[in-house]
């Protein structure tokens, strides 16, 4: 059988924790070409750490504004594109944000003297649902 699609109600996914104040909704995982595509919600005073990207990311704002130190300003409706190999410093959130982001590789989170710490993943998002799921059964 063909695989044609499929249909997912976003607002029936859990928000995961991926860092204080920053939740992650995970819409899709490719394993076979690394690639995944999420959705972030970052509360007021959430920070998005320093990392690279080791693919193309395509970002779609659905909520709030403010200001990426390598992409520029932001608001409701805008597109971002980030490089492959783009270092980016870290993000603070001044608003309630919220986006969309096609990943077509992982990310590497970094240490302060530069080297990578962990990686956001097929693997690694993969786990979070996991233990989102063990959690939530739990209850």
Known sequence: MIDVGATTHCEDLPWL????????????LNPD???????????????????????EAEIYIIKGSGTHLQTGDYRPGDFITERNGAVHD???????????????????????????MYFMDVPMLQGLMQRGAAHASAH
């Open 17 to 28: 924790p991926l860092a204080p104040k920053i939740g992650i909704r995970v819409l899709r």
């Open 90 to 116: 870290p993000l603070e959130f001044r608003e309630e944000t919220v986006l969309l982001m096609v990943a077509h590789g992982p990310s590497a989170f970094l240490a302060p003297d530069g080297s990578d």
């Open 33 to 55: 070409t690394g690639g995944y595509t999420v959705m972030l919600r970052a509360e007021p005073g959430g920070v998005l750490p320093r990392h690279r990207h080791l693919g």
